[in-house]
């Protein structure tokens, strides 16, 4: 039977995004020149070495024993609370806080890469960290200088951990339904009563407390979203000295049982009279934790590639250890990797992945240099397109075991198990979708949409004027699905007065950017294998005996996609047009 395969950082594809795909070195871009593209490597290096070590063999544990609440109180699996104090010492929690908080401040280019790590290592208890990751940018946005000092300073050490809570049994996507209660009390706190559900990393034995970011309403609020307001809420109260006192009076009522990240504890918290503490103006409460929430997605992002990349990762190997029947054209003995359809599927799983990483690396590039507008418009493409073909590539891994994915001992099961949440939690695909059609798109006349058409368009052009064949073939097959992408715009934007027909064509359509925003990080791989110099004598850059075996295997990767996932596009173009079928 088939045993779990020890992670392996992807620190060469890092290296290589940052160095040469954008034709620039985008760490020292990000950071005026403090930090180069090696340092970048040093630090993902040491983050997957501590990954690899530490976080990666507690996933089983995670998944297997995962969270107990014992006594009205959660403890995680052995191993766990360890793990956490040794990423708090060795620096990882600051190293990535914002520099207005306290933190180190490390680029978003960097925060991607390390994103993708302690996802691919261990997604369950890699949550904890983007909650608290989350919480520490909402309140360096709107937090008091005395929340700051109390709660902020210990987020950003590590030494507590945030949540956010949203979420109640009849307030799910609408939060205008939300019902908790939060009454001004006469020494300036706030009195919280209500229940929270699906509150992840919401109780746990990892941190001394626990820092809750709740949204609630106020007495005479306005209804419906406008009447809320946030408040932070701990599960320990803290004393005018700093130190903790007593428990606040927050309720951990149960933990769900869950599909998967079982070493993620989802808790449901009732609030009865709990004291908090007001973050921003009463009524601000949306705006407050949309910096959140916008922090999570993108973070979804970095998940949605570390989890596809751990069952690829085990996948790749099992095909490369089993044998079973005789492979067409290969000598006897050859594993199953070379059978056609498993490198077909080995092959696809490979290339979305480096489409997404790649992407993740772009937008983080887009916000270290406040290009925000292009930014804002990948965040929901990020989210929604990296999470649902996670759910595929997962699929694809249990195939590739055959029968054996499907036994939970060889661990494959898991990684679908753990992925089918992401396009579901911190906003559904629809979700995202109607933030990209509705505020995105139609609102400024799809400007942001050809602005992205006219870049990938110049990258076109590069290619079409190599002679490679893999560049040519890049070029043409971007250039139809660009225009595609165009056309299904055009049909987005004539739906402007029907908004049944546009919101329905929602999904589909973010899907359709995200799979062209694909394509065009693998043009830009190409790109740079060109700039790289090592064209043969004939020109044919993609000649084997003219490229690295890393380029060649870049060629492949980016050949693959255009051929197997950009004609997507087209497909979802027409569904775009369709609007509604009534």
């Not at 946030?230 to 700093?242: E, K, Q, S």
Request: aromatic share 6%.
């Amino acid at each position: 039977m088939a045993a779990e395969t020890t992670y392996a950082p992807p620190v060469d594809d890092y290296a290589f995004l940052y160095r040469d795909a954008f034709g620039v070195d985008l760490v020292a871009r990000a950071t005026g020149g403090e930090l180069t593209a090696d340092d970048a490597v040093e630090i993902l290096t040491g983050a997957g070495e501590f990954a690899a070590s530490v976080l990666a063999p507690l996933q089983t544990a995670g998944d297997r024993v995962g969270a107990q609440l014992v006594d009205g109180d959660v403890h995680l699996p052995d191993g766990f609370a360890e793990a956490y104090r040794a990423f708090v010492d060795a620096g990882w929690v600051t190293a990535e806080a914002p520099v207005s908080a306290g933190g180190d401040g490390l680029p978003g280019v960097v925060r991607a890469g390390l994103g993708e790590i302690w996802n691919a290592s261990n997604a369950a208890f890699a949550l904890c960290w983007l909650l608290t990751a989350g919480q520490i940018h909402a309140l360096d946005a709107a937090a008091s200088d005395a929340l700051r000092e109390t709660y902020l300073s210990k987020l950003v050490s590590g030494e507590w951990t945030g949540t956010m809570n949203l979420t109640e049994p009849q307030a799910g996507t609408d939060l205008g339904a939300i019902r908790t209660m939060a009454t001004p009390r006469d020494d300036g706190t706030w009195s919280i009563s209500g229940q929270k559900i699906f509150i992840t990393w919401g109780d746990h034995d990892v941190a001394e407390n626990i820092v809750h970011l709740v949204l609630a309403r106020t007495p005479d609020a306005p209804a419906g979203a406008k009447g809320l307001s946030l408040f932070v809420a701990p599960r320990r109260l803290v004393n005018d000295d700093g130190t903790l006192g007593a428990r606040n009076a927050i309720t951990t009522v149960a933990i769900e049982h869950k599909l998967g990240i079982h070493g993620s504890p989802t808790c449901v918290l009732a609030y009865e009279d709990a004291t908090g503490y007001l973050v921003g103006e009463v009524g601000g409460g949306l705006a407050g934790m949309f910096v959140m929430m916008n922090s999570a997605r993108t973070g979804m992002g970095f998940q949605a590639t570390g989890i596809a990349d751990r069952a690829y990762q085990q996948a790749a190997t099992y095909a490369s250890e089993r044998l079973q029947g005789a492979v067409i054209d290969r000598a006897a003995g050859t594993p199953i990797a070379e059978h056609p359809d498993v490198r077909r599927l080995l092959l696809s799983m490979q290339s979305k992945i480096f489409a997404m990483r790649a992407l993740g690396v772009h937008t983080g590039d887009l916000f270290d240099r406040d290009q925000t507008e292009l930014a804002e418009f990948f965040v929901p493409i990020l989210k929604g397109w990296t999470t649902e073909d996670a759910v595929t590539v997962t699929s694809e891994a249990i195939q590739v075991h055959g029968g054996m994915g499907f036994i939970e001992e060889t661990g494959a099961a898991q990684h679908y198990r753990d992925a089918r949440i992401m396009p579901i939690y911190e906003g559904t695909t629809a979700i995202q979708a109607n933030d990209l059609v509705g505020r995105k798109v139609i609102r400024n006349g799809g400007k942001t949409a050809t602005d992205l058409f006219t870049q990938i368009e110049a990258t076109i052009a590069e290619l079409a004027a190599s002679p490679d064949a893999v560049a040519g073939r890049t070029a043409e097959r971007l250039e139809r699905a660009v225009a595609a992408a165009r056309r299904a715009t055009e049909s987005l934007l004539a739906f402007a007065e029907s908004p049944r027909d546009a919101f329905a064509a929602g999904v589909p359509y973010l899907m359709l950017l995200g799979t062209l925003a694909g394509g065009w990080m693998h043009a830009l791989a190409v790109a740079a294998v060109l700039r790289h110099g090592a064209a043969s004598d004939d020109g044919a850059v993609s000649s084997n005996d003219a490229v690295s075996d890393e380029d060649a295997a870049r060629l492949t990767s980016a050949d693959f996609y255009g051929a197997h996932h950009l004609p997507r596009v087209h497909m979802l173009a027409e569904t775009v047009a369709a609007g509604e079928i009534a």
